[in-house]
C-alpha cells in the first residue's frame, strides 16, 4: 500500500473529470466543530503561500481556480447525505491530448484547498459578515428551520454537524467570532482554532477520494493521488 487513501475512480464517458475528497468529521473536537461552515468557505476563498515559496493573493487564487475549473464545491455532506462528510470537488475540462495534466491540474488545486491556503484576520472578518449575512433568509425558510430544530432537539449537539452548521449555533457563534477579532489575542484564538480543525481533518485516514471520468486514458492515476495530496512537512 502506498498510503492509507480510500479512492472510489468510475470511468464515465466525459469530457470533463471530477476529483473529490470527502472528510470524516465524526471525532473533531466540540470545540472546533462550529468553525467547519467556515472552513468551509476559506478553502476556496483564501491566499495561498505555494510549495516554492509564491504567494497568491486571495483574488489571485479565485481567479486562477475559476480560469483552470469548470467548478468548484465544500459542503457538508455529499448532496445533502452524510453530513459528519465533509467534502470538495473540482470540475475540469478533459485534455484529449494531455489527460494526465488536467488530473494533476485538479489535484493541484485540491491540495491547494486543504493544505496550502493561509487564513488572516481580514479575510475571516469578511468569512464570517457574509455567513452572518446569509442566515436571516435561512430563518425565514420554514421547512430548513423545522429540520434545524428537529437537529438541535434530537442530535447530540457536539458531535452533530446539522446543529453546528445551524443559525441556531452559527448565528450568535459568528457574533462572538467577530468580536473576538476586535483583539490581538482574540485574532490569536480564532485563527489558531482554524488551523487546528484544518490538521485535524486532513489525517490520511480521514480522507476518501473520487476520481470520475475517462480514466481508461490516465496513466497511473492513483500514484498521481497520492504524491499530490500527501501532507506538507508543516500546516
Known amino acids: 500500500s502506498l498510503l492509507p487513501y480510500w479512492l472510489h475512480a468510475s470511468q464515465v464517458d466525459s469530457a470533463f473529470l471530477t476529483i473529490g475528497v470527502a472528510l470524516d468529521s465524526s471525532s473533531v473536537p466540540k470545540l472546533l466543530r462550529p468553525y467547519l461552515p467556515m472552513l468551509l468557505e476559506l478553502w476556496w476563498k483564501a491566499s495561498a503561500t505555494l510549495e516554492d515559496g509564491a504567494r497568491l493573493?486571495?483574488?489571485?487564487?479565485?481567479?486562477?481556480?475559476?480560469?483552470?475549473?469548470?467548478?468548484?464545491?465544500?459542503?457538508?455532506?455529499i448532496h445533502g447525505n452524510v453530513p459528519q462528510l465533509v467534502s470538495a470537488s473540482v470540475k475540469l475540462e478533459l485534455e484529449p491530448s494531455a489527460p494526465d495534466t488536467t488530473l494533476?491540474?485538479?489535484l493541484g488545486w485540491i491540495r491547494r484547498a486543504l493544505y496550502l491556503t493561509r487564513y488572516s484576520a481580514a479575510n475571516v472578518k469578511m468569512t464570517a459578515k457574509k455567513l452572518l449575512s446569509g442566515i436571516p433568509a435561512t430563518l425565514r425558510d420554514g421547512n430548513a428551520m423545522k429540520s434545524y430544530?428537529?437537529?438541535?432537539?434530537?442530535?447530540?449537539?457536539?458531535?452533530?454537524?446539522?446543529?453546528?452548521?445551524?443559525?441556531?449555533?452559527?448565528?450568535?457563534?459568528?457574533?462572538?467570532?467577530?468580536?473576538?477579532?476586535e483583539t490581538a489575542d482574540?485574532?490569536?484564538?480564532?485563527?489558531?482554532m482554524l488551523n487546528l480543525l484544518r490538521k485535524h481533518l486532513v489525517a490520511p485516514q480521514r480522507m476518501q477520494f473520487l476520481l470520475a471520468g475517462r480514466l481508461t486514458s490516465l496513466t497511473r492515476p492513483y500514484e498521481a493521488l497520492v504524491a499530490a495530496v500527501a501532507p506538507p512537512a508543516t500546516l
Open 104 to 106: 494533476a491540474k485538479g
Open 186 to 192: 482574540g485574532t490569536e484564538h480564532v485563527l489558531n
Open 57 to 77: 493573493s486571495k483574488d489571485a487564487f479565485v481567479a486562477a481556480l475559476e480560469d483552470d475549473t469548470v467548478s468548484y464545491s465544500s459542503s457538508l455532506g
Open 149 to 181: 430544530v428537529h437537529a438541535c432537539l434530537t442530535l447530540d449537539g457536539g458531535r452533530a454537524n446539522a446543529v453546528a452548521e445551524s443559525p441556531i449555533v452559527q448565528q450568535p457563534f459568528l457574533q462572538t467570532l467577530l468580536a473576538r477579532l
